[in-house]
């Protein structure tokens, strides 16, 4: 679309209001899908910060919710239902703003979570680098230049979300980590106990 276009949806009463409906059906109902493409809308119409952080809190805590209950149930997420995959974005997402922010600690607890929950082992693996990079406190950016695969993301619905393709550079990397990665992973089985 062009910016005239969301410009003129902007101004579009009608289409504002369903979806701020939109917005109000899918908080009151917890479906996080549906918050994501309202926040997704919103973003690309560069609405107030204000209503994007309200949307992305109501993620945050629909998600966190979901993740204390599989948790609480020892049950792992379902990617290939609808439901669980945004979950699990909105997870990795809050897991990848705490990693950019410099929370080396909170992120790679994030990303040992989503590995133990994912239920999918393409994500569960690739949140190996991502725990590996936290837990050694390497700089996000330095992440994203020297590890992730930039030219090629995955593209997939499922893993589109996701960082989950690498350079070739992440096999030494990993060897060089290994022992922090064993650290981190113990953490991980004494909070399974």
């Given amino acids: 679309m062009q910016k005239s276009e969301f410009e003129d949806l902007k101004k579009n009463p ?14 009151k109902a917890k479906d996080v899908a549906g918050m994501y ?5 919103a973003v690309m119409l560069d609405l107030p910060a204000e209503r994007l952080n309200r949307i992305y809190t109501e993620i945050l805590q629909t998600v966190f ?10 049950s792992l997420f379902d990617l290939s239902d609808r439901s669980d995959l945004y979950t699990v974005r909105g997870i990795y997402e809050h897991g990848i703003e705490r990693y950019s922010e410099n929370d080396f600690k909170g992120a790679k607890e994030i990303f040992l979570i989503i590995h133990h929950t994912a239920g999918d082992e393409t ?5 190996m680098p991502h725990i590996a990079a936290a837990a050694s406190k ?5 992440f994203i ?3 992730v695969d930039v ?3 995955n ?5 589109g979300f996701f960082l989950t393709n690498f350079k070739p550079s992440v096999e030494g990397f990993m060897k060089e980590k290994a022992g922090v990665l064993e650290e981190a992973l113990k953490e991980l089985e004494t909070l399974k106990k």
């Fill in 14 to 27: 009608q289409f504002m209001l369903d979806l701020t409906q939109r917005e109000e059906a899918a908080v």
């Fill in 37 to 41: 493409e309202v926040l997704d809308t």
């Fill in 65 to 74: 919710d979901r993740l204390a209950d599989k948790l609480a149930a020892n």
């Fill in 123 to 127: 994500i569960s693996e690739a949140m």
């Fill in 138 to 142: 390497m700089a996000f950016d330095d």
């Fill in 145 to 147: 230049d020297e590890l």
């Fill in 151 to 153: 030219e090629n993301p």
């Fill in 155 to 159: 593209e997939s619905e499922r893993y």
